[in-house]
């Protein structure tokens, strides 16, 4: 069983950039890893998704394309979000994933692993 651990939330102004990590115990070689994101009183959504192997290809949602960019230290163990143009709806705790099972990236189910999430907030 892989632990997850996600860091580098904090507090930004809008227009602002940040880079979360996350951690992972165990190897996450061969595992498509994912980013989620829950705002204040709403449902978990999805962020994007790397696969693995990785061979250019990452998927993310249309509400942070251009702004976001996932990518993967599968030596390190690691994953990262680099959030650039922040908006306060961008405000939300972050979470990563390892996807365990088959399905479309965007579908929660198929991840097993969540780490505890990371809060980011947007605001001036």
């Known amino acids: 069983q892989v632990k997850l651990v996600e860091s580098g939330g904090g507090l930004v102004q809008p227009g602002e950039s940040l880079r979360l990590s996350c951690a992972a115990s165990?190897?996450?070689?061969?595992?498509?890893m994912g980013w989620y994101l829950q705002a204040p009183g709403k449902q978990r959504e999805w962020v994007g998704t790397?696969?693995?192997?990785?061979?250019?290809?990452?998927f993310y949602a249309d509400s942070v394309k251009g702004r976001f960019t996932i990518s993967r230290d599968d030596a390190k163990n690691t994953l990262y979000l680099q959030m650039n143009n922040l908006k306060p709806e961008d405000t939300a705790v972050y979470y990563c994933?390892?996807?365990?099972?088959?399905?479309?990236?965007?579908?929660?189910?198929?991840?097993?692993?969540w780490g505890q999430g990371t809060q980011v907030t947007v605001s001036s």
């Open positions: 165990g190897s996450i070689r061969g595992y498509a």
């Open positions: 994933a390892e996807k365990v099972v088959g399905g479309n990236y965007w579908y929660e189910h198929a991840y097993g692993y």
């Open positions: 790397i696969p693995s192997p990785y061979v250019g290809t990452v």
